[in-house]
């Protein structure tokens, strides 16, 4: 089935600093790509649409300064938390579909395993 | 895309069936439901999905009821891997960027 990888699976770094988390389609292309956030006890929360070789869509309240979202290529988008603080401590998630010749609307997301970011 | 309303929690026995309640009274005939799972620490996993015909996979069953108002996932034989966040979602398939909204789910314990 298809695979969604993400890296790194778990990061710690310093309040200020930048850390990018990568998330690739493994056996399919993905032209659409989407970033969660997930709080500890609480349910995943939409940050934003991640489009191949267009900006990203981004959910209300999420600041795109912050979060930023690339995706170059059909296969890779990566999520920048930038000049992080402890408050973004979270576990971040991306998912995709598969959408090759054949493939329906209808498929289900595939997710990654997830990064966990721990601020200090 | 419809709300769906699931209980909070619910415990059950292993090797026994679990069945999964999910109200979608809201559902419009164009919408999918969808369910997945969370196994803590890590991202979710899909587990089946229908539009209105009942469908089994390897993992699952999904009852529809008829008028789509509500659906039942039956994990057949539970095991302790099953405990797990299982989350009911309907939604519009008809574009590609068509994203997932999460609810609070049911948190299903599944005990020795």
């Known amino acids: 089935g298809a695979v969604v990888s993400q890296h790194p699976s778990w990061v710690i770094c310093k309040s200020g600093t930048s850390v990018k988390i990568e998330c690739r389609s493994l056996?399919?292309?993905?032209?659409?790509m989407f970033w969660y956030r997930q709080f500890p006890k609480q349910s995943l929360m939409l940050m934003a649409t991640?489009?191949?070789?267009?900006?990203?869509?981004?959910e209300q309240g999420v600041e795109k300064d912050k979060f930023l979202i690339n995706h170059a290529s059909l296969t890779l988008s990566t999520l920048t938390v930038t000049s992080a603080h402890p408050e973004d401590s979270s576990f971040y998630i991306c998912?995709?579909?598969?959408?090759?010749?054949?493939?329906?609307?209808?498929?289900?997301?595939?997710f990654g395993n997830g990064t966990r970011l721990t601020v200090t | 895309d419809a709300k769906t309303t699931q209980p909070t929690s619910m415990d059950c026995a292993e090797g026994r069936a679990a069945n999964l309640p999910c109200n979608h009274s809201?559902?419009?005939?164009?919408?999918?439901v969808y369910w997945y799972r969370q196994i803590h620490s890590q991202g979710p996993q899909y587990i089946i999905h229908?539009?209105?015909n009942n469908e089994t996979n390897e993992m699952a069953s999904l009852i529809i009821t008829e008028d789509r108002k509500s659906s039942t996932l039956i994990l057949p034989h539970a095991t302790l891997r099953d405990t797990a966040v299982y989350y009911c979602?309907?939604?519009?398939?008809?574009?590609?960027?068509?994203?997932?909204?999460f609810g609070g789910g049911t948190r299903v314990l599944v005990k020795p």
């Open positions: 998912s995709a579909r598969d959408l090759a010749p054949g493939g329906v609307y209808n498929s289900p997301l595939h």
């Open positions: 979602i309907v939604r519009v398939s008809h574009a590609a960027g068509n994203k997932l909204t």
């Open positions: 991640s489009n191949e070789g267009s900006k990203a869509t981004y």
């Open positions: 809201t559902i419009s005939g164009n919408e999918y």
């Open positions: 229908g539009l209105k």
């Open positions: 056996d399919f292309q993905a032209t659409t």
